[in-house]
C-alpha cells in the first residue's frame, strides 16, 4: 500500500490542505504544536473514521471553521496497482459523518460501516492491525521499553494480533465451561427418570379400568333417576291432596269457631234481655216510691235553713262574750300604764334637764386640774435634780478642798473656795424652800381633782337614770296609745254584734226531727239515681232484641256451612298414612340417585386425575428424551470445544515461538545497519525481554545509553511493522515515524535516516516526523509545516 495524496479541509489546524506523497524518504518538519501530526491522523481518519483518531468527532473538525462548513479529509492510496480514494466529511451544523470510497471512478462503499469493512478487507488489517503496522506513533517505543516483561508481551500479542487469539482461546474455554454445567444440570435431571416409565404403566392400567366403571356407574345412576322421577310423581300428588285436605279442615275449623262465638254471643245477648224485663218491674216500683221526694225536699230545705240561723246566734253570742272580756282586759291595762307613766314623770323632775352639759363642763375641768397637777409635778421634779447636783457638788468640794476644779473654767478653786461655798448653801436653800411651796400647791390640786372627779360621777349616774327613765316613759306612751286604739275597736265590734243579735229572731229547730228526714230524703235521693240508671239501661232493650234475632240467623247459616264443609273432607278421603308412605319412597329414592350420583362422581374424578398424571408423566418422559439429545449435544460440544481450545493454545505457543525469531532477525539487522555494525545481534528472550549482544554476551536493553536504547526499540518497532506488513501480503508499503529521533545524535540520526533508506525496496515511503531542524537536509523530500497565526497552520 501506497498514499498518492491528501486533501484537507478545516481538519484541525488546516484551513485547506494539499499534499502529494512521493516514493521517497518524507520530512515533515515543523515546530511543536504546528499540526504535523494531524497529517498523520487526517490519513488515518480518512480510513477508518473516528476510532483511530487521538480524540472525538467533536475534536476533529477546526475549532476556528464556520458552523456550517464542512470537515473535510479526502486520501488516495494504491493497493497493488488499484488507486483507491476515500472521501470523508463531517456534515452540517450537527456533523454528521459521511463517507465514500471509489476504486478508479467506480464507488465502491458509502456509509461508515460499509466502508470501514471494505477497507479492512482491503488492507486485510482492522484499525488496530493499521495502527502497528504503518504507525509508529510519539511515545510509543519509550512506552515499550518501559514496560514489565508480561505487560510487554501484551503489548506485543497485542500488536502482533495474538490477543485476538486469546479471545477466541477465552470464548472457547467458557461455551466448553457452559457446556459441562449444562450437561451436569441435564444428567441431574435424567437420574430422576427411574421409575417413571413404571408409573406410566400403572396409570395406564388404572385409567382403563376407571373408564370401565365409570360407564357401568353411568348405567346406574340413570336407573336410580327413573325411580327417582316415579317417586317423586307420586309424591307430588299426595303432596298436592294433602295440602287440599288442610285447607279445607282449616276451613271447617274456623266455621267451627264462628259458630261457637256466634252462640256464645246469643247467650250473652239473652241474658242481658231478661235482665232488663227484671229492671222494667224495679223501675215501676221506684216509680211509686218516689211520689214524696219533692215535698221532703223543700221541708228538708226550710230545716237547713232554720239550723244555720242558729247556728249563726250562737257563734254571735260567743264573740259578744269574747270581746267584752277582752274590752275589760284592755282597759285595766291602760289604768295601769297611766299609773307608770305619773310615776316616771315624777323620778324625771327629781333631775335637771341639762344634766348632759352639767357633765361635760365638770370633765373639762377635772381634765384642766389634771394638767395643772401634772406640771406642778414636772418643775418638782426638775427641782429635786437640781438640789441633787449641788449637793454632789458641795460633796465633791468637801473631799478635795481647795484643789476642786471649777466646772466652768477647770482651774482649781485654791482661795475662793470659802466665798463658793457659802454661796452653794445659799443656793442650796432656796432652792429647797421653792420645793417646799410647789409641795404645798401639789397637794391643793390633788384636793381638788378628787372633788371634780366625784362631782362627775354623780352627774353621769344621774345623767344616765334620765335616759332610761325617757326611753321606758316613751314606751309607756306608745303602748297606751295602741291600747286605747284596741278598747275603740272592741267597742266598736260590740255594737256591731249587738246590732246583729238584735236583728235575728228567736229561731225553732228540732234536731231529732231534722236527721230523721235528712235520712229519708237520703235514701229516697239513692232510690232516684238508681230509677235513672235503670231508665238508661232499659234505652238499650230494643238494640238488644234485634242483636238476638241477627245472631240467630247467623248461628243457622254458620251451622249450615260446617255440615256441607265437613261433607266435602268426607268426599276426599285423605290419609295421614298414604302420605308418609309416599314420602318413605321418595326419600329412598333421592337418598339412592345422590349415592349414584356420588359414586360416579369420585370415580370420574379419580379417571380425571389418574389421566391428568399419565399426561404429565408422558409430557415429562417426552422432555426426558428431550434432555438426553441435549445432553448427547452438550457433552460432544464440550468434548470439541476442549478439544480447540488446546489447539489454539498450540497455535498460540507456535505463533509466538515463531515470531521470536522473526522479530529477532529483523531488529537485528536495522540495528547493524544504524550502528554501522556496533551491535549486530538482538534477541527477544522468553520473557520478552530486548536484549543486545555486546562483546559476545547478550545484556538487556537498560544495561546500555539512553540513545543506544531508543535505537534498540526503533528496531524492534520497525521489525514488527516489517512482520506485520507481510503476514498482510502488503510487501511494499508506507510506514510513518512520528518524533521517533528523540535522544539520538547527530551521526545516529544519520545512520538511523540512511538505514531507513535502505529498508526501500520494503517501505518505498517512509515518513519521517521530526520538531528536529537539522534533518532537514537529510530527507530526500520535505514538507514543512509552518504556524501562520490565529490558530492556522499550512505547508
Ligand atoms: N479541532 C481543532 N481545531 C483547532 N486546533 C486543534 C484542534 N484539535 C487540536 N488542535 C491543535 O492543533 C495543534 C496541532 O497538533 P499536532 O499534534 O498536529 O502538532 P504537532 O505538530 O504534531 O506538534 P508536536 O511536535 O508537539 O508533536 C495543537 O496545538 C492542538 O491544540
Ligand atoms: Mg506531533
Not at 483518531?53 to 479526502?74: H, L, N, Q, Y
Not at 521499553?145 to 497485542?158: I, K, N, V, Y
Not at 470464548?171 to 435431571?189: I, M, Y
Request: glycine fraction near 6%.
Amino acid at each position: 500500500m501506497r498514499l498518492v495524496s491528501l486533501q484537507v479541509k478545516n481538519f484541525r489546524v488546516f484551513k485547506e490542505l494539499s499534499l502529494a506523497f512521493p516514493d521517497n524518504v518524507i520530512g515533515i518538519i515543523g515546530p511543536n504544536g504546528a499540526g504535523k501530526s494531524s497529517i498523520i491522523e487526517a490519513i488515518s481518519w480518512a480510513l477508518y473514521g473516528t476510532q483511530v483518531a487521538r480524540s472525538g468527532k467533536d475534536e476533529i473538525k477546526s475549532v476556528f471553521a464556520g458552523r456550517w462548513d464542512p470537515c473535510e479529509v479526502c486520501l488516495e492510496f494504491a493497493v497493488n496497482g488499484e488507486i483507491y480514494r476515500v472521501f470523508r466529511r463531517l456534515a452540517g451544523r450537527f456533523e454528521r459523518p459521511e463517507v465514500e470510497l471509489f476504486r478508479g471512478e467506480t464507488s465502491e462503499s458509502v456509509g461508515v460501516n460499509e466502508t470501514r469493512r471494505y477497507v479492512q478487507e482491503l488492507l486485510g488489517l482492522d484499525w488496530r492491525g493499521f495502527r502497528t503496522s504503518f504507525l509508529a506513533r510519539q511515545q510509543e517505543l519509550n512506552a515499550m521499553s518501559d514496560l514489565r516483561p508480561a505487560e510487554r508481551r501484551d503489548q506485543l500479542a497485542g500488536m502482533l494480533g495474538i490477543e485476538r487469539l486469546d479471545k477466541a482461546i477465552q470464548k472457547v474455554k467458557e461455551d466448553s465451561r457452559s457446556n459441562e454445567r449444562q450437561a451436569g444440570f441435564l444428567e441431574r435431571q435424567l437420574a430422576e427418570t427411574s421409575g417413571i416409565e413404571l408409573r406410566i404403566m400403572e396409570l395406564t392400567k388404572r385409567v382403563s379400568q376407571l373408564s370401565r366403571q365409570v360407564s357401568s356407574l353411568e348405567g346406574v345412576q340413570r336407573e336410580a333417576e327413573a325411580a327417582f322421577e316415579k317417586a317423586s310423581d307420586h309424591f307430588l300428588k299426595v303432596q298436592q291432596a294433602k295440602s287440599a285436605w288442610l285447607q279445607l279442615q282449616a276451613k271447617c275449623e274456623a266455621e267451627e269457631k264462628t259458630t261457637a262465638h256466634l252462640s256464645e254471643q246469643l247467650h250473652n245477648l239473652k241474658e242481658e234481655a231478661s235482665k232488663l224485663t227484671q229492671y222494667q218491674q224495679e223501675l215501676a216500683e221506684l216509680e211509686k216510691k218516689l211520689t214524696d221526694l219533692p215535698d221532703f225536699r223543700v221541708q228538708l230545705e226550710a230545716m237547713k235553713l232554720a239550723k244555720s240561723r242558729l247556728e249563726m246566734r250562737l257563734t254571735l253570742t260567743k264573740q259578744e262574750t269574747n270581746l267584752t272580756h277582752e274590752k275589760s282586759q284592755v282597759e285595766a291595762r291602760i289604768a295601769a300604764n297611766g299609773k307608770m307613766l305619773a310615776d316616771y314623770d315624777g323620778q324625771l323632775n327629781t333631775i335637771p334637764d341639762n344634766v348632759r352639759n352639767l357633765l361635760a363642763e365638770e370633765q373639762r375641768r377635772l381634765e384642766q386640774a389634771h394638767n395643772e397637777f401634772a406640771h406642778l409635778r414636772e418643775q418638782k421634779v426638775s427641782l429635786e435634780g437640781e438640789i441633787g447636783k449641788l449637793k454632789q457638788q458641795m460633796a465633791s468640794i468637801a473631799q478635795f478642798g481647795p484643789d476642786s476644779v471649777c466646772d466652768r473654767c477647770l482651774r482649781p478653786l485654791g482661795d475662793s473656795l470659802p466665798e463658793i461655798k457659802a454661796h452653794l448653801s445659799n443656793e442650796l436653800s432656796k432652792l429647797q424652800t421653792a420645793a417646799g411651796e410647789l409641795d404645798g400647791r401639789l397637794r391643793i390640786k390633788e384636793e381638788e381633782g378628787k372633788k371634780l372627779k366625784e362631782s362627775c360621777q354623780d352627774l353621769e349616774a344621774k345623767a344616765k337614770a334620765h335616759y332610761e327613765l325617757t326611753v321606758k316613759k316613751e314606751a309607756s306612751l306608745k303602748e297606751q296609745k295602741s291600747l286605747t286604739q284596741r278598747k275603740e275597736e272592741l267597742q266598736s265590734k260590740l255594737s256591731e254584734v249587738s246590732e246583729q243579735l238584735g236583728q235575728l229572731r228567736q229561731v225553732h229547730f228540732d234536731e231529732r226531727q231534722f236527721s230523721s228526714l235528712a235520712k229519708t230524703v237520703e235514701q229516697l235521693e239513692q232510690a232516684h239515681s238508681r230509677y235513672n240508671r235503670l231508665k238508661g239501661e232499659l234505652s238499650r232493650s230494643p238494640a238488644v232484641d234485634k242483636a238476638i234475632e241477627d245472631h240467630t240467623q247467623k248461628l243457622a247459616a254458620a251451622g249450615e256451612t260446617v255440615a256441607s264443609l265437613k261433607a266435602e273432607l268426607e268426599k276426599l278421603a285423605f290419609s295421614e298414612k298414604d302420605f308418609e308412605t309416599a314420602q318413605q319412597s321418595f326419600q329412598a329414592a333421592q337418598k339412592l340417585l345422590e349415592s349414584a350420583k356420588n359414586e360416579h362422581l369420585a370415580a370420574s374424578k379419580e379417571q380425571e386425575l389418574n389421566q391428568k398424571e399419565l399426561e404429565g408423566k408422558l409430557e415429562q418422559r417426552k422432555r426426558f428424551e428431550q434432555a438426553e439429545e441435549e445432553l448427547e449435544t452438550c457433552r460432544t460440544s464440550q468434548y470439541y470445544g476442549e478439544k480447540l481450545a488446546g489447539l489454539l493454545a498450540q497455535f498460540r505457543s507456535y505463533l509466538i515461538a515463531q515470531i521470536r525469531p522473526t522479530l529477532a532477525e529483523f531488529s537485528s539487522r536495522l540495528m547493524s545497519e544504524m550502528t554501522s555494525g556496533k551491535y549486530s545481534l538482538v534477541e527477544l528472550d522468553e520473557k520478552y525481554n530486548l536484549r543486545v549482544m555486546d562483546y559476545g554476551q547478550y545484556y538487556a536493553v537498560d544495561r546500555f545509553s539512553g540513545g543506544e536504547k531508543d535505537l534498540a526499540n526503533l528496531c524492534l518497532r520497525l521489525a514488527i511493522s516489517l512482520a506485520l506488513t507481510e503476514s498482510a501480503g502488503l510487501s511494499r508499503s508506507f510506514i510513518i515515524l512520528d518524533e521517533v529521533f528523540g535522544s539520538q545524535d547527530s551521526e545516529r540520526k544519520d545512520l538511523i535516516v540512511k538505514a531507513l533508506a535502505n529498508l526501500k525496496n520494503r517501505f518505498p515511503q517512509i515518513f519521517l516526523i521530526t520538531h528536529v531542524e537539522e534533518l532537514r537536509d537529510r530527507v530526500e523530500e520535505l514538507i514543512e509545516v509552518i504556524p501562520t497565526g490565529a490558530g492556522w497552520s499550512e505547508v
